[in-house]
RNA sequence: GCCGAAGUGGUGGAACGGUAGACACGCGCGCCUCAAAAGCGUGUGAGGAAACUCGUGCGGGUUCGAGUCCCGCCUUCGGCACCA
């Protein structure tokens, strides 16, 4: 290592440490002795520190993704230094639509295009210093990794848990492409807002719903934010009720309905059904033929639009009656089947009993349509319909009015609790007066809002489900050992007209002889959804190698479940919840032993650059406008100008796409906080800041400007801070050098000098602040300890010299604790104290000596009345008893008491005395 | 509408129920310089000559003591939204 030990000196008219020749140097030094590999095994506690995985786009890396990577290296880097075995990977999410949609624009292979943007990002990552450990990088779209996608969906369809149906989906018109239910955003397609309709294909779908209650129990035991877990158990929203069966005039077909309160059946005056029941085309043609027309019409209506026609806000009711009747069970009422869009087929049975009384969209839906609406609690006996302005959800008693042995009961659960109990054994009675209902008309049952996974896509850019359909035999799986099921090259990226996808296109990829019977068959052309790609690569990264298995049973048990996950929170309830199904599944088929991926998470907060934006466009979401379309547009003053006057005029270029000329047109200009991203034109890259003020300087702006759940709103002008930091620190630790003396440590003794001893005081505090910190990713006043720490270093030199054994430990104390911070300056000092041929990532995290931190003195602080009055500094060995004293003799508490006696005093030991009059 | 997070100087932000504003940006003054930049030192919540007083979105409460805990509002930002 010695060959390249450059000699770096301070460039005098700059004023500033040479972090550009620095970061390259030990950036090379890091590479060339691969000091980021993995290490396992010993008898080290194992820590697994994971940031989500990108998605290599073509614009790169901006500063931005700094608020990602830089906290999860810095905790790495701890836990390595702490003596952990530490497990920090990375790689890329690569197979999704912005590459292909790419490749259909650019008309390149984007097989071709994503290893080039991996690299470059890995490139720009290197550029940042973090300590990857590259031999395990993965790449979701080498067969080598999707091989592993194919292989869990066969075990999920071994499982019973994937399987085949023609359903409704979510179909993005713009890409021609089937979404999932997150995937589409205000009735639009997330990506590319384009409208969403409903269509019907055969999808392959994977029964997450048979994980609903494991997955709300293990919320239990992992430590994430709140927020998240609210959110999934929201997203899964479990529901206790009944289902109940009402007859029907068809012979033979009961409705079901879903209701969490059963015990309002005697309210039930008609059944709602959504538009896509089974039963609708039956109960069409009871009615005359006009009235069937209707019905028809409302229904083909309610499949054609969209999603957000359907659920827009405050929408007015619509429906149409089927003139059908239905029975209700508790008392023979013959009610009315109507049919509405507001009633939904995905969720319950698809039908529901309306009570207006109880309910406030049945309630909405009787008043508009003239329905009949029925108490069943009141507050008094005497209370009415036909006075209620709104549905009564709670409140009120059981009415006597419908002879049940209900009466009297109190609005609440377990009311609910008892009529599922008497529905579910309710018998029939031998009085013909009385209409009842065969035994069992209903039962208890829980329902859950999340939907089976979705995760078939008529998409070329993806992992293709290895599944073989046979005339013969059916749907047949692909054998584990014909595996990898490899995607081919294609032609053309677009799906084809009948929505199947671009492979459907390739023969020589559909034809296929049957695994079973040998005849002819063909292969599924649908691929997987991306998400599949993410809800599983922790455990690739274990052993991403292997290629006999997935992972290696011992590495994954050995470093799962994830001990740190950072990530964004826009992750709350997709991938975080298929990658918590995949772990429970996989656990339950006995192949890992940790049945949730990660034992914390965490989410960074964003980074948000001051943007131009059209005034003029949509106020909840204005339009970002690229500077280089701006004419004459200058950042700086663009900015104060707004900010002193507000919106104002300015001219945009217009380019025609054509002919690649442009004309100008007006456009109102105003600046917001918008997330940085390079396709609003709003990104600064972290290759300019390095090379402007160096990599260490940017980690640690990200670090310090704010905490880090928190948005940073980005600003060059503050990196200055950190930056000028840096250079104090080299400043002083250089001028050290000379004296410093790597065995300071035996020279350390008990000094009458009390700066000497406040200096090692300061130093011991900040090891264990600096350490509470990192754990708890309070890195923003880690920072700032750090700072106060160098400051007390500075000032102790420029008092006493650099000779002091106490200013030595200072210093590489200082070095030391930077180094999960400020890598490469770290490790250049760390050398320049004469530690050759090491790196700081491989020493040990410096320990907290108690005693040496211990305060000699204190402050009390003496309150009359909860009021500061003085500050008295007394030994730190000073007892409550002493401390009342002092507090008393002050004369400004004297002054304050003026004669009067204390009624009461506080005293906190050490800390503070409250004298109550 | 429901759920979640948060409101502190000119700015980003600190603060186990115990000195509000650490640290930093900006700004003022001083040193250095022919001058500037950089750097160093120093000051910087408001009012007041000072002693002091007032100050953490608003209104109540608990407490010897509240930015912090409780209740009710207001505002901002996320997420969900006819889920029977």
Redesign the pocket.
Known sequence: MSDDSVIIEKTE????YPFQAIERKWQTRWEASQVYRTEEGGDKPKSYVLTMFPYPSGSGLHVGHCKNYVPGDVVARFRKMQGFNVLHPMGWDAFGLPAEQDAIKRGVNPRSVVPQLAAEYKRQMSVLGLSYDWTREINTTDPAYYKWNQWAFLLLYKMGLAYRKSAPVNWCINESSVLA??EV??GKCWRCDGPVIKKDLPQWNVKTTAYADKLLEGLDKINW???IK??QR??I?R?E?AEVDFETPIEGEKIT?????PDTLWGATFL?L?PEHPLVDDLIGLGTWEQNEAVRAYRDAAAKASEMD????G?E??GVFTYSYATNPVNGDQIPIWIA???????????????PAH????F?FARKFCLPIVLVYSDDETQTEDDLTAALPTGGTFRAAFDTPFTGEPNSKETVKKVIRWMETYVQSDDPDNYYPLSGFGRGRI?Y?LRDWLLSRQRYWGTPIPMIHCPKCGIVPVPESDLPVVLPDVENYKPTADGRSPLAAIESFVKVKCPECGDDAERETDTMAGTVDSAWYFLRYTSPHNASAAWDRAAADYWMPVDMYLGG??H??SHLLYCRFFQHVFHDAELIDADEPASTLRNQGMLNSLTPVDADSDPRDKKPIKPDELVGFDRDSWISRFQSGGVFPAERIMRDVETGGGKTEPVNIEFQWLKMSKSKGNATTPDEMAEAYGADALRMYVL????F?????W?E??M??????L??VF?IVTQICPAYDPAYSKRLQVTDLAEERALRRKTHQTIAKIAEDIAEL?F??A??AL??HT?AL??FV?AHGSNSPAAHEAAATLVKLLAPFAPHIADELWERLGHKDEFLFRTDWPIADGAVAAEEEI?L?V?V?????D?ITLPATADATACEEAALRSA?VMEELNGRSPK?V?V?PG??V?I?V
């Not at 309905?257 to 309160?261: A, E």
């Not at 200055?720 to 930091?725: A, D, E, S, V, Y």
């Open positions: 008219e700059s004023g500033r239910n997150e955003v205000d934010p709140e927020g609210t959110q929201d997203w929203g529901s009720g309905v879903f209701t969490t309160r709602v959504a359907r659920t827009a806000e929408r009711k619509t869009d507001y009633v939904l087929m995905g969720y319950g049975t698809g039908a529901i009993m309306a009570v309910d406030q969209r049945d909405e329902v809002r929170r826009e709350a309830v310090f400007e704010a905490p759940e928190d948005s940073i709103q600003s002008e503050r200055t801070g950190t930056f000028r930091f250079n104090r400043d309070r923003n006043t920072v700032s700072m106060i400051d500075r000032r420029a402050t602080v309150q009345n909860g009021k500061l009055r500050r400004k009461k506080i906190i800390k503070l409250n109550v």
